[in-house]
């Protein structure tokens, strides 16, 4: 049975006659955690909206799977921070939810006891579990981060890729996670794609950090808490990044 979500297929994305980003494949599946990163400028952000069906492709392919829901946790969001707004205020901006609903979502990213707290009274940390809560209310099937560590402390987004993780074990989503580092990132992912205008390399966490094109951007210096912060998960990612269930 296949999985996939959406998958990318050699795509690239041209503006005033220069490439932004270009032959870009990808796939992300139920249950799997694909993470994009690169250098600010690489491209991330352009790919995020190609796999969302928001950009279309100049060149390539992009399929998404028919009747999924999608959610994007967008880089920068503009709230008018003079308005008084709660945690449940903020959810049902767009659209309006069940009170049990947004308080599943709420517990899902830790931050229940929030509900009614003002919106300019939450730390970054909050703020950004606030911003995931909104996005999986509705239960999407496909769910985009960009950047969702921003503003928060090393323990912070070491909590918080451990939240991504149980969200996907609860809703069987498939995430892309885009960030411009490394840190713990690596060590709670299923699959890396290293862009720089186009794929440097792509594989599973541990094949990724030995490659040459990924040290050339990157450097050897991996984070010595990568080894503390080991995903755990029923499964074994092969040196390709697919994955075997079999374990």
């Known amino acids: ?22 032959g870009v494949s990808l796939t992300v599946s139920q249950g799997q955690i694909v993470t994009l990163i690169g250098p600010n400028g690489s491209g991330k952000s352009t790919t995020a909206k190609i796999a969302l069906g928001i950009l279309k492709p100049d060149e390539g392919v992009n399929s998404i799977k ?3 829901k999608v959610a994007y946790v967008p880089q920068k969001i503009s709230i008018d ?31 229940e006891h929030l509900i009614y707290r003002d919106v300019r009274n939450l730390s970054g940390g909050e703020f950004q579990r606030l911003l995931m809560a909104r996005a999986i209310v509705k239960k999407p099937n496909f769910l985009v981060l960009d950047e969702p560590v921003q503003g928060v402390d090393y323990p912070g987004e070491i909590a918080l890729y451990k939240t991504i993780q149980d969200i996907v074990k609860k809703i069987n989503c498939g995430i892309l996670l885009i960030s411009h580092n490394l840190h713990v990132v690596m060590s709670q992912t299923d699959h890396v794609v290293c862009l720089n205008g186009h794929v440097c390399c792509s594989g599973a966490p541990k094949s990724i950090v030995k490659d040459k094109e990924y040290i050339k951007l990157f450097g050897k210096n991996i984070d010595p808490t990568l080894a503390l912060y080991q995903h755990e998960h029923d499964h074994e990612h092969l040196p390709d990044g697919s994955v075997d269930h079999s374990h």
Do not use: H
């Open 1 to 22: 049975m296949d999985n996939s979500l959406i998958n990318l297929s050699n795509c690239g994305v041209k503006r005033n006659q220069k490439w932004l980003v270009r």
């Open 81 to 111: 921070w003079s308005l008084p707004l709660r945690s449940i205020d903020f959810i049902n901006l767009v659209e309006k939810y069940e009170i049990n609903k947004i308080a599943e979502a709420l517990l899902m990213t830790g931050i």
């Open 66 to 68: 028919k009747n999924i």
